[in-house]
């Protein structure tokens, strides 16, 4: 048991977020978080990236995509490194050593809704002509 130290009453608490995938279509979107994980197998790695959407609607929800960076697929470790090249490409990276560099970047995300027979329909962003560059931004030092 671990005492809270104060009493929290469901009134007094936010609601739950919205889950529910956005319609398909184009969105001004930051990336917030960008972190490495390994694959389900283990034997392989993947960036997972979060994209807040900015505007025009839809503002403050979430997009999520994750690219096989390390993969015993060649096929999806290529995927997955176009995929990286094509956010490098929109946010005016030419190159990047650590996934916190691509934080703050910003581009023109185009999404698809996607079923999931385990999770019911989700948002994925469109390979190949899913970004678009933006006004080009200034970059953290």
């Given at each position: 048991?671990?005492?809270?130290?104060?009493?929290?009453?469901?009134?007094?608490?936010?609601?739950?977020?919205?889950y529910?995938?956005?319609p398909?279509?184009?969105?001004?979107?930051?990336?917030?978080?960008?972190?490495?994980?390994?694959?389900?197998?283990?034997?392989?790695?993947?960036?997972?990236?979060?994209?807040?959407?900015?505007?025009?609607?839809?503002?403050?929800?979430?997009?999520?995509?994750?690219?096989?960076?390390?993969?015993?697929?060649?096929?999806?470790?290529?995927?997955?490194?176009?995929?990286?090249?094509?956010?490098?490409?929109?946010?005016?990276?030419?190159?990047?050593?650590?996934?916190?560099?691509?934080?703050?970047?910003?581009?023109?995300?185009?999404?698809?809704?996607?079923?999931?027979?385990?999770?019911?329909?989700?948002?994925?962003?469109?390979?190949?002509?899913?970004?678009?560059?933006?006004?080009?931004m200034?970059?953290?030092?």
């Open positions: 048991m671990a005492l809270l130290n104060q009493s929290f009453r469901v009134d007094d608490l936010p609601p739950g977020g919205n529910d995938p956005i398909a279509g184009k969105y001004q979107a930051r990336i917030s978080e960008a972190t490495v994980g390994l694959t389900k197998s283990g034997t392989g790695e993947y960036i997972k990236v979060r994209w807040d959407v900015v505007g025009p609607t839809h503002q403050g929800r979430a997009v999520f995509q994750n690219l096989n960076v390390r993969n015993q697929s060649a096929q999806a470790e290529g995927i997955g490194r176009r995929q990286l090249r094509e956010i490098m490409e929109a946010i005016g990276l030419p190159a990047i050593e650590d996934t916190d560099q691509l934080i703050g970047g910003e581009a023109e995300i185009r999404v698809k809704i996607k079923e999931d027979d385990q999770y019911g329909p989700r948002n994925e962003i469109v390979a190949g002509a899913g970004l678009t560059a933006r006004a080009p200034p970059r953290p030092a």
